[in-house]
């Protein structure tokens, strides 16, 4: 697979903080599914009926191929749902027979959206995968409000409770969390992990911080969608165009302005997350309207010396990790990587 080297991008303090994994391979597969989105890109987005205010109870996608039990729970007044592999030892991948033994990391996957959408059986597959092939983590799909009836000066407020319940949680238990989500969710794991690290620092608090990694997939990162390139990566991007995302951002929004923080984290002191110890990974596509506003978050992210891993991979479009269970094989390479990252992250303290 043709791939440039690791490319390290350096933080202010002088240290290798962002390391970044530019891929430019387009397979045939690749270009062919894109070609064939490109003219149904509105139908696939359309907005179905909206979902009840709060938290709303999911029907979890059950795929044959996967061993996982799936178990439904609340965290205060928030569903969630908790995968369980149930293979047994004879059935693991090498991966897993290799693994050294489970610790205690608890992963919470916020499935993107819109901010409108149920997770899809797309983000039941992924956290399914997760599951079979993380031993180290407990996957855990949390079921946040949505648009329209839980706008974010809604929803944003019942997360942040769920949040500090989960760290309370983590501490009780003295377990490491994992902010993970795609699209929509990966704007919602970056606007918590930011609430987490300044209540956190705010506190004055000594020791180890519960919350160890925020992973954001083709994060929706300023919702403004002010971005110079937007334009240019709306020829190629097969699903979204400016004028979706836009219409999306001021649907989530709801009583707040675009330039919040906590609608477009980007706009937050970044620094946090370095002066908390919590590293943010994450993933950006090139034929996606969203991958500029990444990139430059990500950059941001640099400049404030916090340290992550990033996939960047050109050529490929928006969230296109979500068709790893399809076969094709840049989506395939892309979850391999994410789960590499995800070991190293369970192999520190």
Sequence with gaps: MASKPADYVTGTDGTSSIIVDHRTSHSLPSSAIQSILKPFGNIILKAGKPLPAGSPQLKPYHSSSRKVHIEETRILDTYIY??????????????LLDAKEPVKRKLYYFAGGGFRG????????????????????????????????????????????????????????????TLMGDSAGGNIVIVLGIYGATRWLASGAEGVYPLQNVFAICPA???????????????????????????????WKGDWELAD????????????????????????????????????????LAKE????????????????ILMFQYKFSEPAAAKDWMLGVLRRNAEMS
């Design 305 to 320: 010396g916090v340290r992550g891993e990033w996939l960047d991979w050109e050529r490929q479009m928006h969230c296109f």
């Design 82 to 95: 908790v995968f369980t592999n149930t293979a047994d030892s004879t059935s693991k991948s090498p991966a």
């Design 221 to 251: 990162a300023d919702l403004r969608h002010e971005h110079a390139d937007i334009l240019a990566k709306e020829t190629k991007d097969p699903v979204l165009s400016k004028k979706i995302i836009q219409g999306v951002a001021n649907g």
């Design 118 to 177: 149920a997770p899809t059986d797309q983000h039941w597959s992924l956290c399914a995968e997760l599951s079979t092939q993380l031993p180290q983590y407990s996957i855990n799909l949390v079921s946040y409000p949505l648009a329209p009836n839980s706008p974010a000066h809604h929803a944003i407020p019942q997360l942040e409770k769920l949040y500090d319940e989960m760290i309370v949680q983590a501490q009780a238990e003295g377990s490491r969390v």
């Design 261 to 300: 923080p906590r609608v477009s984290p980007a706009l937050a002191d970044l620094s946090v997350f370095k002066r908390a110890g919590i590293k943010v990974d994450g993933m950006t596509a090139g034929y996606d309207c969203l991958g500029p506003e990444g990139v430059a978050f990500r950059e941001q």
